[in-house]
């Protein structure tokens, strides 16, 4: 598929999806499609590795070291079961990942597309910023066994992960267009070309 340079502002595509459902494979789709993709994930990743004005205020608040990831590990435990202290951090990291975003926007201004792999696009109300929202969906069943074998979880352990995001059920209430990826990676990929081909033809 061509994508043409038709629209001076990019169209924002929010992906988000529960955790193994597939949105890393969908980037890498966009990406192949010359498509630029923004990952709050990575972006989240590097601020805790060079962000020290961030550092600081966290460090602050929760009175720990947040320098290395088994730190790091320790606070994401101290806030799994506290929603206070997670909305804290959350309150203290979110505008330096909406400010890099805001950042890396601008450098792409000049594709017609942008996609934003975000997997708490909607707990955090990004959904709002984007022009479609694509949830990637897969059931129960295949997210566990996914997550199972990429991240060698036992079955327990893959639930309790998957319980502590919002379900599924509940991203897709705000989907604009709903990526079922219960299929093969072709499938999946078809239904992404149909989507870039419908909002092509929307202009
Ligand atoms: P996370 O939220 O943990 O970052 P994710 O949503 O980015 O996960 P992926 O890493 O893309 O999910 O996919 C989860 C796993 O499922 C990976 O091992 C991936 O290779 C595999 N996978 C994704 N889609 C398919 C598919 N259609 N068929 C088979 N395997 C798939």
């Given at each position: 598929?061509?994508?043409?340079?038709?629209?001076?502002?990019?169209?924002?595509?929010?992906?988000?999806?529960?955790?193994?459902?597939?949105?890393?494979?969908?980037?890498?789709?966009?990406?192949?499609?010359?498509?630029?993709?923004?990952?709050s994930?990575?972006i989240?990743?590097?601020?805790w590795?060079?962000?020290?004005?961030?550092i600081?205020k966290?460090?602050?608040?929760?009175?720990?070291?947040v320098?290395?990831?088994?730190?790091?590990?320790?606070?994401?435990?101290?806030?799994?079961?506290?929603?206070?202290?997670?909305?804290?951090?959350?309150?203290?990291?979110?505008?330096?990942?909406?400010?890099?975003?805001?950042q890396?926007?601008k450098?792409?201004?000049?594709?017609?597309?942008?996609?934003?792999?975000?997997?708490?696009?909607?707990?955090?109300?990004?959904q709002?910023?984007?022009?479609?929202?694509?949830?990637?969906?897969?059931?129960?069943?295949?997210?566990?066994?996914?997550l199972?074998?990429?991240?060698?979880?036992?079955?327990?352990?893959?639930?309790?992960?998957?319980?502590?995001?919002?379900?599924?059920?509940?991203?897709?209430?705000?989907?604009?267009?709903?990526?079922?990826?219960?299929?093969?990676?072709?499938?999946?990929?078809?239904?992404?070309?149909?989507?870039?081909?419908?909002?092509?033809?929307e202009?």
């Amino acid at each position: 598929m061509s994508v043409q340079n038709v629209s001076t502002s990019p169209i924002i595509i929010g992906l988000t999806g529960g955790i193994a459902s597939g949105k890393t494979t969908a980037s890498n789709y966009f990406l192949q499609l010359n498509i630029p993709v923004i990952d709050s994930d990575h972006i989240v990743k590097e601020l805790w590795e060079n962000n020290q004005e961030m550092i600081d205020k966290v460090e602050a608040f929760f009175h720990l070291s947040v320098k290395t990831y088994e730190d790091r590990k320790k606070l994401g435990h101290m806030i799994f079961h506290n929603d206070q202290k997670r909305e804290a951090l959350n309150h203290m990291v979110h505008p330096y990942v909406f400010a890099k975003i805001e950042q890396l926007k601008k450098e792409y201004h000049n594709s017609p597309y942008i996609v934003i792999d975000m997997p708490l696009l909607i707990e955090v109300g990004y959904q709002e910023l984007c022009d479609y929202v694509l949830v990637v969906y897969v059931d129960l069943e295949t997210q566990i066994k996914r997550l199972v074998t990429r991240d060698a979880l036992d079955r327990t352990e893959a639930i309790t992960r998957i319980h502590a995001q919002l379900l599924l059920e509940e991203k897709i209430k705000h989907a604009d267009v709903i990526l079922n990826n219960n299929g093969s990676l072709d499938e999946l990929y078809q239904q992404i070309d149909e989507f870039l081909r419908g909002i092509q033809n929307e202009k």
